[in-house]
C-alpha cells in the first residue's frame, strides 16, 4: 500500500516529499494532525534500511515534527516505529508515526512497566542483548 | 540524569556503547530487555539534534534492534520516542526507548484511534501542518 502511494498510484493527503521520502496524514490518526514519514524505497522494517535511507527519513521525520509544532502548534509529538507483527506493525513497508500532542489530548503518554526482580536478572538481561550484538 | 550516566557519574546496565551514544537497560522497562538509546552530547529533543548526531544515534538504535533480536529472540521490537511533557517526554535529554515485543508478552500493539470527519477536514489539517514546514 504504502508503495503505492509512493508511486502516487493511492490517493494520500500529502504534506512533504521530496526524493527520498513522503510524509502523508495517517487515514487512521492517534490524534489528528498524525503524519506517516516512509522511504520511498522499499524496506519492510528498520533493521533493512541503510544509513543513507534513514538518514532521509529522519530529516523528514524532524521537519514534520517542526511543521506539528509551528503549524499546528502542538505543544509536543511522540514517534513510534513498529517493526514485525509482534511490535504492531501492520503495513510491511518501514513508515515513522509522528503524533502532534496537545496539553490535554486525552491519549496516554506513558505506560505500564514492569521491574527487574533484582540486579542479577537486569545484568544477565543485558548480557544476552549484548551477545547478539 | 543521561548526562550523568553518559558522563559515567550514574550507575546504568550498559549493552552498547561509542563515541559519541551510548545505550542501557530502561530501570522501568515495558518489556524486559527494554533500552534507551541516546546521544552523549546534551539536545534535549529530537528538534534539535544535528543530523551527523541523530545518524550516529539511528545506527546504535538498529545494532540494538538486531540485539534483541538475535540475542532475546525477541519477534517484533517497537521504538518509541518523546517530544515534550505533552508527548510524555520525562527526561529532557533526546532519548529513544528501543523495547523488544514478543508475540504473547501482554503489552499493547495497537491504540485507539480517531477519523476526520471528512476530506475537507482532512485537508485543512494537511495544509496546516505544509504551513509550517
Known amino acids: 500500500m504504502f508503495c503505492r502511494i509512493a508511486a502516487g498510484a493511492a490517493a ?13 496524514l495517517d487515514s487512521m490518526p492517534m490524534i489528528k494532525g498524525h503524519v506517516l514519514v516512509i522511504p520511498k ?3 519492510t522494517d528498520l533493521g533493512e534500511a541503510p ?3 534513514l538518514g532521509a527519513v529522519m530529516q523528514t521525520v524532524q521537519r514534520v515534527m ?3 509544532r509551528g503549524g499546528l502548534k502542538a505543544d509536543g509529538v511522540r514517534l513510534i516505529q513498529s517493526n514485525g507483527a509482534a ?18 489530548d486525552g491519549a496516554p503518554r506513558g505506560w505500564a512497566h514492569t ?3 533484582d540486579d542479577a536478572e537486569r545484568d544477565a538481561v543485558a548480557e544476552r542483548i ?3 550484538l
Open 66 to 68: 517542526r511543521a506539528q
Open 87 to 104: 511490535a504492531g506493525q501492520v503495513v510491511p513497508h518501514l513508515h515513522f508515526h509522528v503524533i502532534p500532542r496537545f496539553d490535554n
Open 12 to 24: 494520500a493527503a500529502v504534506v512533504y516529499e521530496d526524493d527520498a521520502t513522503l510524509a502523508f
Open 115 to 117: 521491574e527487574y526482580a
Open 130 to 132: 549484548r551477545t547478539g
Open 51 to 53: 544509513a543513507a535511507v
Open 41 to 43: 524505497a522499499h524496506y
